[in-house]
Every structure is written in structure tokens, then in C-alpha cells.
């Protein structure tokens, strides 16, 4: 298994534009999760899908960030309009959540910068 | 609120030497205590892990030690090599209700002189 990939690896995009981040979970996992890097807030959890569906986006920083989940095999991370507080390493991680078995497989992650 | 406190923030140890890492929670529902390792421009990739119905769990040479009535849990990293050098995150979920959201520490930068 390739693993869970992350689409850009980097992205550099100029404020007010808008930005999709991509991410392929591991085939048969049934969680996804998108957290957020920085030096000063570490990993945060912005939101969380079992079965393809939201479950808790209360970390979602505002409504400039949404997040679709339309297959199995799929999420994006779209913030609209971007700015410079959202330069971060964006990690998507995805886990099969079953009885005891937690552990998450991240993502290499997506550096963004805005400028 | 910050849920899971860790220290310290950085840390350098000799080779050869123990690493110990400290994290402490603050939510009794966390049933789900697992320690990451991340080195720069990768992803943070599970390391070991504990449940709170033991008091060490040993991999290698690494060892969680956990300690429920002071809501504490540390990482031991036996015969210390520069390869260990990372930044290192505990976290902690609550599995109640179904699958639950890891919340991280801030994280402690390990460096590991030869």
C-alpha cells in the first residue's frame, strides 16, 4: 500500500485566493482526519469523517475552511478566501476504527503559504 | 484548553543515554494513549501505544510508563541513538461513543548527540 497521499506537497498561493488540498486515505480504512501544523499551536484537529461522513468539525478555525469527503478514497480541505494566518503543514491522516485498534497512518503533509 | 500537556519542549540526550518524555491529561475519558514520532518534512507515524488497564508497555527500547491516578504518562527511550532524533507527540483519545478525534501534545524535540 502506497500509503495515505497528500496533493500538493507544497502550495504557495497569494491571499484572498482559494486553495484545495487533496488526500487519498488507505484503502479500507473507514476514518479520515485533517489536522493542522504550526510551531505555535502544534497538531490541531480541524475536522473528522467516519464512513464518509463529518462526525465533529468543531475545529474547523472559521468559515473560510470546508471539507468534503464524497467517496471512500477521497477528501479535500478548501479554504476560501486564504490568508496569511493559514500558512501551515496541512496532515491528513486516516485510520480503520475498530474495537481497540486507534492508530492513525498521516499523510507526508502539505506546506501552505500565503502571501 | 489544552488537554494533554508534554514536556519538556526540547531536549538533547548523549547516545547511549535514557530519553524520558512527560505527558500529562487532564479529561478522564482518555482511554487511548499512544506516542508519535515525526522527523522533518514527514508525517508524525504511530510509535507505540498504552491503555490505561496496564502501567508499562515496553517496545524495544521504547517503554510507556502510565500512571492513572496522577492522569500522567511518560516515554522512555533506553540506550538513546542519533537515529531517534525527531520530534516526538503523545496524545490521547476518549473511544467512548465511537471513534474519537487524537488530541496531540505540543510536542518535544529530541536530539541525540553521538
Known amino acids: 500500500d502506497a500509503g495515505v497521499i497528500q496533493s500538493p506537497r507544497h502550495e504557495v498561493t497569494e491571499m484572498g485566493q482559494e486553495v484545495t488540498l487533496r488526500c487519498k486515505p488507505i484503502?479500507?480504512?473507514?476514518?479520515l482526519f485533517w489536522y493542522r501544523q504550526t510551531m505555535m499551536r502544534g497538531l490541531e484537529l480541524l475536522i473528522y469523517?467516519?464512513?464518509?461522513?463529518?462526525?465533529?468539525d468543531s475545529g474547523m478555525p472559521e468559515d473560510r475552511f470546508s471539507a468534503k469527503m464524497p467517496n471512500a478514497s477521497f477528501s479535500t480541505l478548501k479554504i476560501q478566501p486564504s490568508e496569511p494566518r493559514d500558512s501551515a503543514v496541512y496532515f491528513c491522516?486516516?485510520?480503520?476504527?475498530?474495537?481497540?485498534?486507534?492508530?492513525?497512518?498521516f499523510g507526508s503533509g502539505t506546506r501552505l503559504t500565503v502571501v | 484548553q489544552q488537554q494533554v500537556k508534554q514536556s519538556p519542549q526540547s531536549l538533547i540526550v548523549q547516545k547511549g543515554g535514557i530519553s524520558i518524555i512527560n505527558c500529562a491529561y487532564e479529561?478522564?475519558?482518555?482511554?487511548?494513549f499512544p506516542w508519535y514520532q515525526q522527523f522533518p518534512g514527514k508525517g508524525p507515524a504511530l510509535l507505540i501505544a498504552?491503555?490505561?488497564?496496564?502501567s508499562e508497555k515496553k517496545e524495544g527500547r521504547f517503554t510507556i510508563s502510565f500512571n492513572k491516578s496522577a492522569k500522567q504518562f511518560s516515554l522512555h527511550i533506553m540506550d538513546s541513538q542519533p537515529g531517534d532524533s525527531a520530534t516526538y507527540f503523545c496524545?490521547?483519545?476518549?473511544?467512548?461513543?465511537?471513534?474519537?478525534?487524537?488530541?496531540f501534545g505540543k510536542g518535544t524535540h529530541l536530539i541525540i548527540q553521538p
Open positions: 498504552i491503555r490505561p488497564d496496564v
Open positions: 484503502s479500507g480504512h473507514n476514518s
Open positions: 491522516a486516516s485510520s480503520f476504527i475498530d474495537s481497540g485498534n486507534y492508530g492513525y497512518t
Open positions: 496524545a490521547a483519545l476518549s473511544s467512548g461513543g465511537g471513534a474519537d478525534g487524537l488530541t
Open positions: 469523517f467516519n464512513n464518509n461522513v463529518p462526525i465533529d
Open positions: 479529561n478522564t475519558a482518555f482511554d487511548y
